[in-house]
Every structure is written in C-alpha cells, then in structure tokens.
C-alpha cells in the first residue's frame, strides 16, 4: 500500500509520470527501446530496456513517434490499476497512449488485445503498439498500450441527436456490441468492465468497446475444470502468457478471485453487485442493458434523480434493480426512458425479457440473494436486439464459462504448463 501511494503522488514529488506536463512532445517508438521519453513531455521512465519484454510490441521497424497533444485522465481503480491516458497522433492518425501500473498477478491490458487480435473481434480499437516499461516492481508492472482513438462515449454522442436519429442509430450500436462481446467470449476473454465510458463511438457510427485492463481469460485458473480435464486446462492463449512473461496459472486464479468485485457498480449486473462467484457473457450484456438506457435517457435528465441509477451500496442496489425489472413499466419509469420513442421501447424491452426472463418468467430472488446462482437467457428475445451472429455464438454457451476449443489446443504448450 506504501507503493500504490507513491504511484498517485505527482511527478515532482516521486519522479516519475504520475502527474503529466501539457507541454508538448513526444513517445517514440522502436525494436530496440520499446519507450523513450522524448522532447518537453515531463515523463521519467525509471528504467526500460528490450530483454522486460520478448517481442511485445506491434510496431514496425522505422522508428515513428506519438506526438502528445494533453492528458485525457488519469484513473486510480480499486482493483489496484493506476492508469494515465494522453490524446495524440500517431503516423498522423488520431491515438490515445496508455501508461498503467498494473499488480504482476493480473492480466495486462495488452495481453488481453493480442489474445482479441488472434480472431477477427468487432468493435475493439486498432493497437499501433503495446510493451512493457517495467516488469516487475514491487510487485507492479509498468505497460503502455498506444491505440486509435475511438471518438466519444455513446451516451455524449447520442446527446445532440433526434429522436429519429436515436431509433436509426441505437439498435445497431446494440447489434454491434453484442457481436463484439460474443466474438471476445468465443476467443475466450470476459470484458468485465462495460460502462459508459467504455462504450464509444466514432463520427462515423462505429462502436468500440475499450478499456480491456478488467478482463480475463475464461479458464485459467479454474480448478473444477482442471478437475474434470488437466490435460488440457490454461493450453488455451498460453503462449501470450509467455510472451509477456506471467504465470497463467496464477493470473488465472487472481482473476477468477476477483470476479465479484472487477467493474464499474452503477453498471454491473444484479448478480456481480451481490457478490455472485459465477461471472460470465450474460453479466456483460446486462452491463450494456443498463450503458443503453443510460445512453438514450432524454437530456432533461440528471443520472443522479433517477431510482435505476442511485447508487448507495452495492448490496442494496442490487435488490432494488431487481424490484425494478418484475415489469416493463417501471423498468422504463424508474430508469428514466419511459418518455423515449416506442421503437427504443420495444429494444429495451426485448433486451430485459432476455435477461430476466429465460423461461417467459421473471428469475426469483436467487439472482441476488444466491451467491451461486447459474443464469440462463431467453432465446427467443434475441433476435429482437441481437446481432444474428451473436446468438450463433453464444446460443451453446450456458452464459457462463467457454470450454476450450479443442482445435485450439497445442500438444507443445501441454508440457510447458505442467511446469506452472
């Protein structure tokens, strides 16, 4: 805790970039020297040399540079990332730098995308280059992950539009997000975090799901699946593992531990608030239910008045929650929507049937009060609001953990995890 202190203090007390100066400059970027810092930025890089990270970079061989324009924020979470974000260009397209202090037993960011970029996965960000600065310092590594910048949060982009806009526009963000969420799950990665400000949209209508620092790889670390199959358990994504140089094993069972308490609470599902130790796709798409009705409430409104989104603990906001989807009319009164077009209507009503109605039956109070409980969806909602391919992916997944896919598994890996 000492450290984590250090880390949120500003650069002219610790020294390091905690705290970054609006001065322009620039981070370059090359085979040898992963980062350096370069003209007037204020960034002190306590050390960074090419053997912290086997080929963990993206990058071509010529040396380009990110030129930063300002700091965009800087996030202290309590899952014991630090995070500073820098709006720049990069090869004069628009990017984003992300400097995170990470704890060494959980799964960085850029790990998570070079696991998404083995298969096409919608709506995740184009990565110009991802490394290592630190490996391990007291116990935190220091990782940077340069990206496209992916426009605004849905909820800004949404504001200025019509209501004719808003039925256009918001089915196929929905349609989007639910492709990319399954095509993830299917690769084997769990967002964990979705939330306003991680749901994006670009000018052009594209959706990107950002900020993949809370995921996790579905089956590291599962020891009933290591029970049933330990040939095969944590092959999946291995050699990722061995490239950035953590124990899958061990990462695998921190996160797996930490399913209860990762994301955002005003955004999490009525299971993750109450504690619930099974966390799968189904959690995630509740995520998006409430990113949605967040994002067309009418401007009028303020989160704060509204009974679906006051926060006082998570315990309790998850029983109200669930006194608040029984029906769709207080569903749309207390979140605020029940004002907005019937089109938006009936996708927000679909979206509440399928997650709380598997049976054409609301779920009883286990969804909150089970820490246990196994969810199931109601399929035949759907198509209502789901991307085609969506469904076709997730259909044979119980919302819960992917088994591995067995043409995925490598017989080399098999005798390099035995020894984790």
């Not at 049976?359 to 909150?368: I, P, S």
């Amino acid at each position: 805790m000492q450290f984590w202190f250090l880390l949120t203090l500003e650069s002219d007390i610790f020294g390091h970039f905690c705290n970054v100066s609006k001065k322009r400059g620039s981070f370059i970027f090359s085979q040898k020297v992963n980062v350096e810092s370069k003209g007037d930025l204020k960034t002190e890089v306590l050390y960074s040399v090419s053997k912290d990270v086997k080929d963990v970079r993206d990058g071509e061989d010529v040396v380009a540079s990110f030129c930063v324009e300002k700091p965009i924020a800087c996030h202290s979470y309590m899952v014991g990332r630090h995070a500073h974000l820098l709006k720049g260009t990069y090869k004069g397209r628009d990017a984003v730098l992300k400097l995170s202090w990470t704890p060494v037993n959980r799964l960085p960011e850029g790990a998570a995308y070079a696991i998404l970029n083995k298969r096409p996965v919608e709506c995740i960000p184009e990565i110009f280059s991802k490394g290592l600065l630190i490996s391990d310092l007291n116990g935190y590594r220091l990782e940077f992950v340069l990206m496209e910048n992916c426009g605004q949060s849905m909820a800004e982009y949404l504001k200025g539009k019509t209501d004719y806009q808003k039925d256009e526009l918001v089915p196929g963000f929905v349609k989007q997000l639910t492709l990319c969420l399954a095509q993830a799950n299917d690769i084997g990665v769990l967002h964990r975090d979705i939330s306003a400000g991680n749901v994006c949209v670009k000018k052009n209508g594209r959706v990107y799901v950002i900020d993949w620092g809370c995921a996790k790889v579905i089956g590291w670390g599962a020891a009933e699946d290591a029970a049933e199959d330990p040939d095969t358990i944590q092959l999946k994504h291995i050699d990722v593992a061995e490239q950035w140089g953590f124990n899958a094993k061990m990462v695998g069972q921190v996160e797996m531990a930490k399913d209860p308490f990762t994301g955002t609470p005003l955004f999490m599902a009525i299971p993750i608030l109450s504690r619930n130790l099974i966390r799968g796709i189904l959690d995630d798409l509740e995520s998006v239910f409430y990113v949605v009705m967040d994002a067309v409430r009418p401007a009028y409104t303020e989160r704060d008045d509204v009974q679906g989104f006051k926060f006082l603990d998570s315990p309790s906001l998850a029983i109200i929650r669930w006194g608040l989807i029984q029906k769709d009319a207080v569903l749309l009164g207390e979140f605020g929507v029940k004002h907005i077009n019937p089109r938006l209507k009936e996708l927000i009503c679909a979206m509440r049937r399928f997650l709380f109605e598997p049976e054409n039956k609301v779920m009883n109070h286990r969804l909150w009060s089970n820490n246990k409980f196994v969810r199931r969806a109601n399929w035949d909602a759907a198509p209502e609001f789901m991307h085609l391919k969506a469904i076709e992916l997730l259909k044979e997944d119980n919302g819960q953990l992917k088994r591995l896919a067995k043409d995925e598994v490598n017989a080399e890996l098999l005798k390099k995890i035995r020894t984790l």
